[in-house]
């Protein structure tokens, strides 16, 4: 497999990952444009996101505190 090959697969690889964390995160109640931000920053905590609609927190202030 050469570089170009690679980089195909981890794009690939990505984009599943992004796109299934998009799809979690409207599950929970983000709008889509805020859930492709939060999708994209993989290092944001899907659960943390999750929790914090859960205990009533508007998706707005969400996204300000996890971004």
Known sequence: MNATESDVIVETELGRVVGWRMRELMRAG?????????????EIDLHRAADLL??????????????
């Open 54 to 67: 859960k205990t009533g927190c508007p998706p707005e202030t969400a996204l300000r505190i996890l971004l």
């Open 30 to 42: 983000y709008p889509e444009g805020s859930a492709r931000q939060l999708a994209e920053r993989v």
